[in-house]
């Protein structure tokens, strides 16, 4: 089954509207432009009928008048000649044809209104064709934009985690080796008096707060105790 079943869902039809319903646009904007481009034919096809049976009639018109203008010669003649007689009977002709041109100029107007109807619907439907050609056009444009932009960043965002990765183990290797480097100098090295009374004096200050916190332990628990 199509997407449209008459002339007027796809005139009426909201491209936009559907194309964002559609779980693959791709495929649906193409089938739309196909099945528009289809009924354009047949819009077209119908058309041509039309303007073959106009023409046809035209020629059944121009050619009874033909014949009009004939009988109304032999009705001259008739006169002429004194055969007032063969004159009415000419005439009488005449009339017959004349009546049957009348019916005829009656059935160009259904033509020319159907005709005009056809060349409005030509006239939307190639308007539909165009705005969905368009849309296509934008659509792969978008397509094409998206996925050149995730092929870069791809690359991009690739080479700057290398990069990052890089930069960080030369980072850490850097590191590892001054610190071997400190290593090596303290192997088999004496302290310092300066080093051997830093010790000293961090020990006794850590001694220190030690004391300190034991007495204020010690005083919040006498005040305890005596509450």
């Keep these: ?15 936009t509207h559907i194309l964002d319903k559609a779980e693959d646009p791709d495929k649906m904007i193409r089938m ?5 481009e289809d009924t354009l034919v047949e819009v077209r096809s119908s058309a041509a009928r039309v303007i073959a049976d106009r023409k046809e009639l035209d020629r059944n018109i121009s050619r009874l008048n033909k014949v009009e203008d004939d009988w109304y010669l032999k009705a001259e003649l008739a006169l002429s000649k004194n055969r007032e007689d063969l004159a009415n009977a000419a005439l009488i002709e005449k009339a017959k044809l004349v009546d049957l041109t009348l019916e005829l100029e009656q059935d160009r107007t259904p033509l020319e209104e159907a005709l ?10 190639e308007a539909k064709i165009k705005e969905a050609k368009n849309k296509q056009k934008a659509l ?4 094409n934009s998206a996925s050149s932009q995730l092929k870069v960043r ?3 965002y690739s080479n700057r985690i290398e990069d990052v990765m890089n930069r960080f183990h030369l980072m850490e290797k850097r590191v590892e080796e001054t610190e071997s480097r400190v290593e090596a100098q303290e192997l088999g090295r004496e302290k310092s008096l300066h080093e051997e009374f830093a010790d000293l ?6 001694a220190d707060e030690l004391a300190a916190l034991k007495a ?9 105790a005596k509450k």
């Design 154 to 156: 791809a690359k991009l």
């Design 32 to 36: 739309m432009i196909q099945e528009m």
């Design 201 to 206: 004096e961090a020990t006794e200050k850590v």
């Design 216 to 224: 204020k332990l010690a005083k919040s628990t006498s005040k305890a």
């Design 1 to 15: 089954m199509g997407i449209f079943t008459r002339l007027t869902d796809i005139i009426n039809s909201n491209i």
């Design 140 to 143: 792969y444009e978008r397509q």
């Design 116 to 125: 005009k109807k056809y060349e409005g619907d030509i006239v939307l439907l």
